[in-house]
């Protein structure tokens, strides 16, 4: 814990973002150890896990943009290049690595990761832990049990009806992927929804504490002098969803890039639970589910003309027309 601090106050000391430096030393690591890099590329650095030192200098070196630093300091994409390897070996998502958080526990969560804009962030896919519901309990990541509250009595509703058109059994679990991609997108909606009121979304029901949706619209209301209701918000942040979505059509991005890395696609990882292995067809079903339920096309990941006229975005419509997908 006090090397864990000690490499914090480090990175903050001298700018540098914790969870962007971590995610790329550890890579750096894992490469190192496996012998895909060396010394030659370290500038005789050993970068070993545990090793506190190597760390804490690659950190400073990163805040210089110096030597192996400078590398860490790109995009896996571009650090990739000037190594010379081949970025398959990062776990990233869009070019952002993965953190140490397992995206393939929860359903809902894996798809967040995956289609989040920024990369490598399952934020956008939790809300409370509501992949884990089943059984009258659930606790999540605080050990407190999910409020009575819209948020989890509208994921619940989800999760439920789909069971119910499919024929199933109503019990649930995080690794049941029925609806998870819907469920994803509630999720999507509300954690933009906080982000736009400039709140920490660790003080909302994200985390199964702190306030709600119904809280944030009353509060809003009381600011503006206006009344705020939870679908006005949704629908705002559905429309912030679709301009974010159109701008990385426009940067290139497809739907193919909506995805985990390959090493993960399969994969079982060791010590964790059998059913956390996502398999392909899976997660495209939830993909696509996600987009349906958002008012995207399943096939392309874009935006649906008719959802972009509902939200008032027909100006983003015609710009989207010159965009080659």
């Known amino acids: 814990m006090e090397s864990w601090y000690t490499l914090v106050s480090t990175c903050q000391r001298q700018g540098v973002d914790v969870m962007s430096a971590a995610r790329m030393i550890a890579w750096a690591m894992e490469l190192f150890e496996k012998g895909i890099i060396d010394e030659t590329h370290t500038q005789g650095i050993q970068l070993l896990w545990g090793n506190t030192e190597a760390i804490s200098e690659i950190i400073g070196l990163i805040a210089e943009n110096k030597g192996f630093g400078a590398v860490l300091a790109c995009n896996v994409f571009d650090a990739a290049a000037r190594i010379g390897k081949d970025v398959e070996e990062a776990l990233n998502i869009k070019g952002v690595p993965l953190g140490g958080t397992n995206v393939m526990n929860f359903r809902a ?3 967040g990761a995956i289609i989040n804009p920024r990369g490598g962030d399952e934020y956008r ?3 409370g832990s509501f992949d884990n519901m089943g059984s009258g309990k659930n606790t999540g990541m605080t ?3 999910v409020p009575d509250s819209w948020e989890s009595t509208t994921a619940l509703d989800i999760i439920k009806k789909a069971k119910l058109a499919s024929g199933q059994a109503s019990a649930m679990d995080q690794h049941d992927p029925t609806a998870r991609g819907a469920v994803a997108a509630l999720a999507n909606r509300y954690s933009i929804v906080s982000d736009s009121l400039g709140q920490c979304k660790w003080n909302t029901l994200f985390l199964n504490v702190g306030v709600s949706i119904e809280f944030q619209a009353k509060a809003l209301s009381a600011g503006l002098g206006k009344q705020i209701d939870i679908d ?3 629908e ?3 429309r912030i969803s679709a301009q974010e979505r159109l701008f990385s059509i426009r940067g290139g991005f497809t ?4 995805t985990l890395p390959k090493r993960l696609i399969n994969y079982q990882m060791p010590g964790s639970w059998p059913q956390d292995k996502v398999m392909a067809e899976e997660l495209e079903m939830m993909k696509e589910e996600f ?3 958002m008012g995207w096309d399943k096939e392309t990941g874009v935006p649906r003309d008719e959802t972009l006229k509902a939200l008032d975005l027909l100006d983003l ?3 989207l027309k010159k965009t080659a997908v």
């Open 317 to 319: 419509e015609n710009e």
């Open 125 to 127: 896919g939790r809300m």
């Open 232 to 234: 006005d918000l949704l």
């Open 291 to 293: 987009y349906e339920s």
């Open 236 to 238: 705002i942040a559905s």
């Open 255 to 258: 739907r193919d890039h909506d």
């Open 143 to 145: 050990g407190m049990a």
């Open 109 to 111: 969560r894996t798809i």
